[in-house]
């Protein structure tokens, strides 16, 4: 079993930038992707970004490249991702995502993932 925990959502401005962070425990030997989803208020879960263990490479939904960007540490256990120009349909609850994938990249659909956490609330106003 895998647990993960996210950090560092809160209230910014239009136009600010903020920083996730989501650290995993447990068996994380069993994956291979991580992600980032988030839900707003009337919307459908959507997955913005993905990065794979073992080459890095990363997915990102269409609508926030260029703004969205994940990083993980060198442990494989610590995935960031940095939002700059936020704007408010940026609003959402932010869910850290991991699971095993085959194909050495990593989709960005939540029946991918297997292990999530409870989320982090990013408000933009």
């Known amino acids: 079993h895998v647990q993960l925990v996210e950090s560092g959502g809160g209230s910014v401005q239009t136009g600010g930038s903020l920083t996730l962070a989501c650290t995993a425990s447990?068996?994380?030997?069993?994956?291979?992707?991580m992600a980032w989803f988030r839900q707003g208020a009337r919307n459908a879960r959507e997955g913005v970004a993905a990065?794979?263990?073992?080459?890095?490479?990363?997915r990102y939904l269409d609508s926030v490249k260029g703004r969205f960007a994940i990083s993980q540490d060198s442990t494989k256990t610590r995935l960031t991702m940095r939002i700059d120009s936020l704007k408010a349909e940026d609003t959402a609850i932010y869910y850290c995502?991991?699971?095993?994938?085959?194909?050495?990249?990593?989709?960005?659909?939540?029946?991918?993932?297997?292990?999530w956490g409870q989320g982090t609330q990013v408000t933009v106003s």
């Open positions: 447990g068996n994380t030997a069993g994956t291979n992707c």
């Open positions: 990065r794979y263990a073992g080459s890095g490479g990363t």
């Open positions: 995502a991991a699971g095993f994938q085959l194909g050495g990249r990593c989709r960005l659909g939540e029946t991918f993932y297997k292990y």
